[in-house]
T-cell receptor, first 115, second 115 residues
Framework: NAGVMQNPRHLVRRRGQEARLRCSPM?????VYWYRQLPEEGLKFMVY????????ESGMPKERFSAEFPKEGPSILRIQQVVRGDSAAYFC?????????????FGQGTRLTVV | AQSVSQHNHHVILSEAASLELGCNYS??????LFWYVQYPGQHLQLLLK??????LVKGIKGFEAEFIKSKFSFNLRKPSVQWSDTAEYFC?????????????FGQGTTLQVKP
């Protein structure tokens, strides 16, 4: 049973370009979370999705960031018109349920560098 | 706002030394508590978790943590560290009131074990 798969592992973008980060949850998991880790900081929650639905996006920046989890295929975190401050590690986690009594399994992360 | 604090940002120990990493949270209600570890270049892995019951929790690789409700703490311990324990350690909580399973992380503690 493969774990949570994220790709790419490393992504370099110039300012103003778009970044697309992909996350395939563990088999049987329909709940996906995205977290961002800025340098010298802990992970911060961004968004929680179930298949085809955004459940909680309270941690998403208001502009340029969007997320989706389609019926088929991976979850995508999209950052439009990237800026230097978007440089960070982006982690995806999945769980079989979205309750507070659940354990989340994390991917290896995508390290985004904006130059 | 609810938060998690890890007091030690960077810890350096010699092999066989004992380890205790502090973690405190600010929330008056029920919480579920987690310690995750991130080895260099790898994904976050769950070390241990507390949902209910015995407040002394045993995890993998000889780690344990004690939930002290009166102190809002969940400190991580290991009697004798090894060089292979060099990693970053994250304390996290899920609020009992949460219906999303959203994790709130501390800032992380980098542990360096000298051989």
């Amino acid at each position: 049973n493969a774990g949570v798969m994220q790709n790419p592992r490393h992504l370099v973008r110039r300012r103003g370009q778009e970044a697309r980060l992909r996350c395939s949850p563990m088999k049987g998991h329909s709940h996906v979370y995205w977290y961002r880790q800025l340098p010298e900081e802990g992970l911060k929650f961004m968004v929680y999705l179930q298949k085809e639905n955004i459940i909680d996006e309270s941690g998403m920046p208001k502009e340029r960031f969007s997320a989706e989890f389609p019926k088929e295929g991976p979850s995508i975190l999209r950052i439009q018109q990237v800026v230097r401050g978007d440089s960070a590690a982006y982690f995806c986690a999945s769980s079989p349920t979205g309750s507070h009594n659940t354990e989340a399994f994390f991917g290896q992360g995508t390290r985004l560098t904006v130059v | 706002a609810q938060s998690v604090s890890q007091h030690n940002h960077h810890v350096i120990l010699s092999e066989a030394a004992s380890l205790e990493l502090g973690c405190n949270y600010s929330y008056g209600g029920t919480v579920n508590l987690f310690w995750y570890v991130q080895y260099p270049g790898q994904h976050l892995q769950l070390l241990l978790k507390y949902f209910s019951g015995d407040p002394l929790v045993k995890g993998i690789k000889g780690f344990e943590a004690e939930f002290i409700k009166s102190k809002f703490s969940f400190n991580l311990r290991k009697p004798s560290v090894q060089w292979s324990d060099t990693a970053e350690y994250f304390c996290a909580v899920i609020l009992g009131s949460s219906n999303t399973g959203k994790l709130i992380f501390g800032q992380g503690t980098t542990l360096q074990v000298k051989p």
